[in-house]
């Protein structure tokens, strides 16, 4: 049973359009984090959350924490295909150490 | 300064065999853990080591160990291997140990096939 739901699994856009990706769970987390990894390497920190309807931003990119902690969405504005790749999220709880993940979404931008 | 290293890169091996994965972390950083991602879905935790003691344990079974060095890198072993340990898997380090405020440096992964 997967606690992270991350949708879509997987995306193919063009160029130059808009996009919003999603992590949800019914538990509440203390922290979520969202990943890119490319083929071959490992997962890279893109941004950590920890407050309830935080919002931050990287260039581009917009990640919002849900108000109950139970979810995340990052949105991409004008998807360039250097964003190709597969983004993970994942949420730690306060009762341990550990991080639990999402199967990630494959998103491919086309030029 | 240099990432997380893994080794080795790949590694083929026949179920029930054993194997040692080996992970050096950031300089300077004293917390590493170890993933297991099997394709098309996202890392599984198995383990946090933080100043050479073991601080959390995923849902593995006995098969799974891992130590922590004085020097901070460490060692995953799969005992009696079986096809579904085929798998990339990942070290990551990071100063600290709670993962929400210390961010993880992932290492590229060794790719491990159990034939």
């Known amino acids: 049973t997967q606690l992270l739901e991350q949708s879509p699994q997987f995306l193919s856009i063009q160029e130059g359009e808009n996009l919003t990706v999603y992590c949800n769970s019914s538990?509440?987390?203390?922290?979520l984090q969202w990943y890119r990894q490319e083929p071959g390497e490992g997962p890279v920190l893109l941004v950590t959350?920890?407050?309830g309807g935080e919002v931050k931003k990287l260039k581009r990119l917009t990640f919002q924490f849900g108000d109950a902690r139970k979810d995340s969405s990052l949105h991409i504005t004008a998807a360039q295909t250097g964003d190709t790749g597969l983004y993970l999220c994942?949420?730690?709880?306060?009762?341990?150490?550990?991080?639990?993940w999402g199967a990630g979404t494959k998103l491919i931008i086309k030029p | 300064d240099a990432g997380v290293t893994q080794s080795p890169t790949h590694l083929i091996k026949t179920r029930g065999q054993q194997v040692t994965l080996r992970c050096s972390p950031i300089?300077?950083?004293?917390?590493v853990s170890w993933y297991q991602q099997v394709l098309g879905q996202g890392p599984q935790f198995i383990f946090q080591y933080y100043e050479k003691e073991e601080r959390g344990r995923g849902n593995f079974p006995d098969r799974f160990s891992a130590r922590q060095f004085p020097n901070y890198s460490s060692e995953l072993n799969v005992n009696a291997l079986l096809l579904g340990d085929s798998a990339l898997y990942l070290c990551?380090?990071?100063?600290?140990?709670?993962?929400?405020?210390?961010?993880?440096?992932f290492g590229p992964g060794t790719r491990l096939t159990v034939t």
């Open positions: 994942a949420g730690e709880r306060d009762s341990n150490y550990q991080l639990i």
């Open positions: 538990s509440v987390f203390s922290s």
């Open positions: 990551a380090s990071s100063r600290g140990a709670w993962t929400g405020s210390y961010e993880q440096y």
């Open positions: 300089s300077g950083h004293k917390s």
């Open positions: 959350v920890v407050t």
